[in-house]
């Protein structure tokens, strides 16, 4: 239109306007940024990581704040009763029936040792009748009596209990010991010492992190003094043990809140809330179906030190994304003002096209080349 008004002929405005509108084909543009998701999707899955949503990389590069739960996420998830302790009347093998049939049922770790517990012992789990399930216990009535068995505050346990059991835990040197409490009427009758263990590798996966200037912090359901041992033997400062799973995700949401951009990495269900109120959601499998819409990066191996992996591809995929936004930048901004000077035919625009496509896809390819490079590599080194 412009050129008609300045008096070209029709067929000069019409192929001028034409070849214009052929060389600024968004299609460089469109291809830059799934193209290269499309393959790093591709590449994390052979190494062992599920991204289930395509921003998940974007938003990688963003995150200052990692949050972690600690069981079954850094530490086993592998319960193994340790102690019973009676505080009352009763003896070893009444606390052990009792706390079999409060657990009679229940599907969690801590249950599970329990029951096993109770067989290996040949010990006959008690009657318990109207038992429910708490996210922090287990409540139920034997012989009319309230019992319950969990968590300090859930169990009803005072601050001297607390603390007596957080005296015997410091003892401990070779396991992590979280302690459960049975009451009976809001009167505590016994402590069971359940012992767990770190995950290989998860000690200097705190340290990498933090070397990328990421501030970790870790949450989990256990009582306060459990997590700070946990805490002081990975370098984690902020702890906060006692959290339900509703407050694991108000935590996150006041650190987001607070202008955080948060990422937060845990296992069980009880951690969906938490991993949906994240910027950046990442689940360690351990062969549990977590809601479809809870996480945005699986770490299918289980292996928490997958976090650091998924960190240093997130960055090379970015890199490629930026790398070919800019490409088609300056593709636009060379050859548009070419094509409106009249320099250059229709012909010749469609190749231009065709070539700032392929080097769009050619640079994403060289993602693909250098990660088959490197897998082959790690390959041959653990050969």
């Known amino acids: ?71 079954g ?75 319950r068995l969990g968590s300090a505050d859930f169990a ?64 989990s359901g256990d009582s306060q003094a459990t997590s700070e041992q946990v805490g002081a033997m990975l370098g984690i400062k902020a702890v906060r043990g006692d959290c339900s799973p509703v407050e694991k995700a108000r935590f996150i949401e006041t650190l987001r809140r607070e202008g955080h951009s948060v990422a937060m990495v845990g296992d069980g269900v009880n951690d969906a809330p938490a991993l949906a109120s994240a910027d950046l959601s990442v689940a360690v499998f351990a062969g549990r179906q977590l809601g479809e819409e809870a996480q945005a990066v699986t770490l299918m191996q289980g292996d928490p030190c997958q976090m650091e992996t998924f960190l240093g591809f997130a960055a090379r995929v970015n890199r490629k994304i930026e790398q070919n936004l800019w490409g088609s930048l300056i593709y636009n901004l060379v050859a548009i003002p070419i094509a409106m000077a009249g320099w250059l035919s229709p012909l010749v625009a469609v190749v231009a096209m065709l070539l700032s496509s392929l080097s769009v896809t050619g640079n994403t390819l060289l993602l693909i080349h250098g990660e088959n490079r490197a897998m082959l590599g790690a390959g041959r080194r653990e050969l």
């Open 1 to 71: 239109l412009a050129l008609l008004l300045q008096g070209a002929a029709f067929e000069q405005a019409f192929i001028r306007g034409l070849t214009v509108l052929v060389i600024s084909c968004p299609c460089a543009l469109g291809l830059a940024v799934p193209l290269a998701r499309v393959a790093g999707v591709s590449l994390a899955a052979r190494r062992g990581i599920l991204v289930q949503d395509f921003s998940a990389f974007d938003r990688a590069g963003r995150i200052d704040t990692v949050v972690f739960d600690k069981t």
């Open 73 to 147: 996420t850094l530490t086993q998830g592998r319960w193994r009763l340790q102690s019973v302790l009676p505080l009352a009347d009763l003896n070893e093998q009444d606390v052990l029936a009792l706390s079999a049939g409060l657990e009679c049922g229940v599907d969690h770790p801590i249950a599970a040792e329990i029951q096993r517990a109770a067989k290996a012992r040949q010990i006959e789990a008690l009657s318990v009748e109207a038992a429910t399930v708490d996210a922090r216990g287990v409540a139920g009535r034997w012989q009319g009596r309230r019992v």
């Open 156 to 219: 009803g346990a005072a601050g001297d209990e607390q603390e007596a059991g957080a005296t015997l835990l410091r003892t401990s040197d070779t396991a992590i010991v979280s302690w459960v409490f049975l009451s009976m009427d809001d009167r505590i009758v016994a402590r069971l010492g359940f012992g767990d263990r770190l995950k290989p590798g998860v000690s200097p996966l705190i340290q990498h992190l933090q070397a990328r200037l990421l501030d970790i912090l870790m949450v």
